[in-house]
């Protein structure tokens, strides 16, 4: 069964920073990824995904992720924090369900970003 | 495009009544829909997937008979809570999924149930 693991609950940064989230995944054959954003009492928008492409994503407002088969990961970063960031980040793997013939989204549990002025 | 809507986006109701949340695909079809619930402060849970003319398909721990799905056309399924009691109060987001691609899910912007 796939699964994902974001390794951090919060994360802080100063506006102007650097944005990291990481994501580990497990996955029995080559995943499905995908960053979503949720900001409050908001659905989610999708940020970027990985389907078996260019190792390198690059999703909107400027985030990207790398795509990282021998370390399982798919860590999400941003050059330059920006206010308008602030929400909870989900990374997510996508499960193909043979018998239904669709995908089955498999969400980690969540990191809140805060940016500070 | 890829719009999806909910409806109610917050809704309050009594113990013991009923609830309907509507969840439409506006501008393309989908035989593939989802439904999540997000209690505050964590994740999205996959309640169920529903489609289009046949019965949906419940993950483990969540009651049919609460829960009832309908997915009567390619771009409505609505999602009736049965009976509320405040323990169902939460945050409950559709998804749905292309015919075409089948690949990504389009969500809803949710509808925050109050059960009083």
């Known amino acids: 069964a796939q699964s994902v693991t974001q390794l951090d609950s919060h994360v802080s940064v100063s506006e102007g920073t650097p944005v990291l989230l990481r994501c580990n995944y497990s996955s029995s054959y080559s995943p499905s990824l995908f960053w979503y954003v949720q900001h409050p009492n908001k659905g989610l928008q999708l940020l970027l995904k990985?389907?078996?492409?260019?190792?390198l994503v690059k999703g909107i407002n400027g985030f990207e992720a790398e795509f990282k088969k021998s370390e399982t990961s798919f860590h999400l970063t941003k050059p330059s924090a920006h206010m308008s960031d602030a929400a909870e980040y989900f990374c997510v793997v996508s499960e193909k369900m043979f018998s239904g013939g669709y995908n089955k989204l498999i969400f980690g549990a969540g990191t809140r970003l805060a940016v500070h002025p | 495009g890829a719009v999806v809507s909910q409806h109610p986006s917050r809704v309050i109701c009594k113990s013991g009544t009923s609830v309907k949340i509507e969840c439409r695909s506006l501008?393309?079809?989908?035989?593939?829909m989802f439904w999540y619930r997000q209690f505050p402060k964590q994740s999205l849970m996959l309640m169920a997937t529903?489609?289009?003319?046949?019965?949906?398909?419940?993950e483990q721990g969540v009651e049919k008979d609460k829960f009832l799905i309908n997915h009567a056309s390619l771009t409505l399924s609505t999602l009736t809570v049965t009976s509320a009691h405040p323990e169902d109060s939460s945050f409950y987001i559709c998804s749905a999924t292309p015919t075409r691609t089948g690949n990504e899910q389009f969500f809803g912007p949710g509808t925050r149930l109050t059960v009083l």
């Open positions: 990985y389907t078996s492409a260019a190792t």
């Open positions: 529903s489609n289009e003319g046949s019965k949906a398909t419940y």
């Open positions: 501008d393309f079809q989908a035989t593939t």
